[in-house]
């Protein structure tokens, strides 16, 4: 009878350890949305998580093991708006883009912001803008014909900043629009970069 019990245990053992290492990086991420990665000590993510400084360091080894999972968190909720269908619409489109930034916008700025700080962040955030650039190329560059290579490139970069982080950041935090006016001024210029709705 107890060897029946030993894959339960063992299983239940696991589960706990996950969820105890989501606990973490959830503490870690929250206090990234208020305090800069210098400021944050591993006591302050134990506390926060209900564990020791000694489990956070044994399971993510510091703050750069920690960033990790924290950006792989950014990175799966990209999903949805990466695996839209070619076809689907330039509203479509934003209103994905726009749900991606509503649920991450905030860490990555703040991310953005420390880059030149924390080497940890760079290649991170230089592979988002890459990844950034091939969406609105692939999305939204082919939408006008007839653009030489050097008209083409202009586009590319006014459709970027027509969907970039800071420019959601911009309207949302700081000019106080909502999700739905958010939304509704990028497509437009979208539609005017492209000649779309004209």
């Given amino acids: ?6 894959p339960y245990r063992q299983m239940a053992r696991a589960t706990a350890a996950e969820g105890l290492r989501q606990r973490i ?6 206090l990234l ?7 944050i000590t591993l006591d302050e993510v134990a506390g926060l998580a209900g564990t020791t400084r000694q489990t956070v360091i044994r399971l993510f080894g510091g703050k750069d093991g920690l960033l990790k999972p924290v950006i792989g968190l950014v990175a ?3 999903e949805p708006r990466v695996s839209l269908s070619r ?17 991450v916008g905030d860490v990555v700025v703040r991310f953005l912001a420390q880059e030149e700080r924390h080497s940890a962040l760079r290649p991170h955030l230089a592979m988002g803008r890459r990844e950034h650039r091939a969406w609105v190329t692939e999305r939204f560059g082919s939408r006008q014909n007839g653009l030489n290579a050097r008209e083409r490139e202009q586009q590319i ?11 959601w950041k911009l309207l949302r935090r700081d000019f106080g629009k909502s999700r739905r006016e958010v ?3 990028m497509v437009g210029m979208i539609n005017k970069e492209t000649g779309e709705g004209t």
């Fill in 157 to 167: 970069s006014c459709l970027i900043v027509a969907t970039d982080i800071y420019t």
């Fill in 87 to 103: 076809d689907a619409s330039v509203q479509a489109a934003i209103e994905a883009l726009v749900a991606h930034y509503e649920a």
């Fill in 1 to 6: 009878m107890p060897v029946a019990k030993r």
């Fill in 33 to 39: 949305l208020s305090c800069w990665i210098d400021e």
């Fill in 183 to 185: 939304v509704q001024l």
């Fill in 76 to 78: 799966a909720r990209a």
């Fill in 25 to 30: 990086v959830t503490a870690f991420h929250d």
